[in-house]
Structures are given as structure tokens and as C-alpha cells.
């Protein structure tokens, strides 16, 4: 039997089913993380992986932004971490898993072309492709240092070549649970 706790009322009791009120009513808290809690957490996953220790830049920027990476990034290599948006799946009226989806970034300036970026041209060149690769090790199955369900990683794309960068996209599913209250 599941048991809902209703919050912001004089009593505040433990209830064994679910009532009228309940499942009319709106839910005014929740316990579980928010997507920012989650971006923070990639990062810093990322920031403590001996993989990723050539990287200079990482950091979280809001998708909307994503236009502005080549007057952000000043120092690289780098790794942008941005939410791409996810799916819910509530079973019950209490629990939500959410199935976020986020965008980890590599970059790399061009200072040759576009795929010389890409691959790096000599053994002391790190490319995006091992960014790529790192990544993929530091994050796929983490726990993120957090209570989530899943992180896994879900692929890869481009996402510019430009006369002064190349980036790349290795996206990353992580599912959390959410816990709503009344």
C-alpha cells in the first residue's frame, strides 16, 4: 500500500489512501533534485575525472545560450554541460521519474581546420574525438555522487564546425526520481 503524506496542514498526518482531495488537489512541494542540482552534479563529476584532467574549461550554460559558445569559451579545451529537456513517467500520483536529457559539449579551438580540432594532430593534442571518449568514461553509469536512477550515455553529434572551434556532443540520459506532496 503506498502512503501519501500531505504537507502545509495543521495536522501534517500520514494518510493510507489516496482521497478526493488528493487526486483533485495540487501538489505543493516535491523531495527529490532539481535540474540544476543535476547540471552541478555533472560537472562535477567531470572536474574530478582523472580522464578529463587536460580540460581547462568546465562549466553549465543554459541551452538558450548555446549560439554564444564561441564568445563564452575563452580558454580550451572545453565542456559545456547544458539541459536539452526529458520525459516523465508517473505511474502513480505521488512519484515522477524524469528522464532529463543533457547536452555535454566538447570543444576545442581550431587553429588548423575544423577535423584537425576534431582528431588532434599530434600525441600532445587532445581532439574532441577523446574528449568524446572521456567523457563517455567518466559519466557513463556514475552515479553522479547523487541518489539518481541511471545516468547512461545515448550518443553523439555535431554540433559546429566553425573557423575558430569545433564542437561535439556526447548526450547523456539521467533518470531521477521526484516525490510529490500535497
Known amino acids: 500500500m503506498v502512503e501519501f503524506v500531505f504537507i502545509n496542514t495543521p495536522d501534517s498526518e500520514h494518510v493510507d489512501t489516496p482521497d478526493a482531495e488528493f487526486v483533485s488537489g495540487n501538489p505543493s512541494g516535491y523531495s527529490g533534485y532539481s535540474i540544476e542540482e543535476i547540471e552541478d552534479a555533472i560537472v562535477e563529476t567531470l572536474e574530478a575525472s582523472a580522464w578529463l584532467n587536460y580540460v581547462k574549461t568546465i562549466e553549465r550554460m543554459p541551452w538558450d545560450r548555446i549560439n554564444d559558445l564561441e564568445k563564452i569559451l575563452t580558454r580550451y579545451p572545453a565542456i559545456v554541460v547544458a539541459y536539452q529537456g526529458g520525459a516523465d513517467n508517473n505511474d502513480n ?16 579551438k581550431n587553429v588548423r581546420s ?6 588532434g594532430i599530434t600525441a600532445a593534442e587532445t581532439g574532441v574525438f577523446v574528449m568524446l571518449n572521456d567523457v563517455l568514461r567518466a559519466l557513463n553509469f556514475s552515479s553522479l555522487g547523487l541518489d539518481i536512477i541511471a545516468c547512461k550515455t545515448i550518443g553523439i553529434r555535431p554540433i559546429a564546425a566553425t573557423e575558430s572551434m569545433t564542437v561535439f556532443s556526447r548526450d547523456v540520459e539521467v533518470t531521477w526520481r521526484m516525490t510529490y506532496y500535497i
Not at 515522477?96 to 543533457?102: A, K, Y
Not at 575544423?114 to 582528431?119: E, I, L
Open 93 to 108: 500520483y505521488a512519484v515522477c521519474d524524469h528522464r532529463g536529457q543533457f547536452a555535454i559539449m566538447c570543444a576545442h
Open 114 to 119: 575544423p577535423s584537425a580540432a576534431a582528431r
